[in-house]
């Protein structure tokens, strides 16, 4: 399905486009043009001059729609996407506060087989702990706080397709540390 987006100010990489025109197919851009000349056989859309701007990419959120990443279950995972969908979000990396490791693992088989689905919005997991110092570890569980144990996170690793970031902080290291695959 052809669909075009007239009369908008699009916002590109090179800056505003006054009255332009986004050509879209099955709801990919195909073409942004500073020509609002409707293109036959497309459903055109009149954005009667309003502003049209890139999707929000969420690099760090814990849920959204009254669900928490945190609970690991597809039906979680899906109104919380489709919430922050809703307002904007095209891509979204779910985010764990620090967690037990059956809840990691829980998360990661999850998100692992949400992001199989066709036009996916999910780019990957993101782990916020739980190998934090505990004096830098903000709002985070205390009893869920604990040093980096290789034991555990090695497997979680190698296991893992989905998992793009991993914060942690050991107690010795007077820093928090960043880790992105």
């Known amino acids: 399905m052809l669909t075009q987006i007239i009369n908008a100010k699009i916002l590109t990489p090179q800056g505003w486009l006054k009255n332009g025109s986004i050509i879209l197919r099955d709801r990919k851009i195909l073409e942004v043009t500073n020509c609002d000349l409707a293109v036959i056989g497309a459903d055109l859309i009149d954005a009667k001059g309003m502003y049209v ?5 969420d690099m760090h959120v814990h849920g959204g729609g009254g669900r928490d990443f945190q609970e690991g279950t597809p ?4 109104t919380a996407v489709e919430a922050h969908a809703k307002h904007g979000t095209t891509s979204i990396f779910p985010t764990l506060s620090s967690s037990t490791v059956p809840m990691i693992e829980k998360a990661v088989k999850t998100c692992s087989q949400l992001m199989q689905d066709k036009d996916s ?6 782990l916020e702990g739980h190998y934090l110092s505990p004096n830098k ?4 569980l205390p009893e869920w706080i604990k ?3 290789p034991n555990e996170y090695i497997p979680i ?6 998992l ?5 902080a050991d107690a010795t290291v007077p820093r928090r540390v960043s880790c992105q695959a």
Do not use: M
């Open 53 to 57: 701007v890139p999707g929000f990419i």
């Open 75 to 78: 039906e979680a995972f899906r």
């Open 121 to 126: 919005p999910i780019l990957g997991l993101h």
């Open 137 to 140: 570890a903000g709002a985070q």
């Open 147 to 149: 040093n980096p144990d």
């Open 157 to 162: 690793v190698e296991h893992s397709d989905c």
């Open 164 to 168: 793009t970031r991993w914060d942690a």
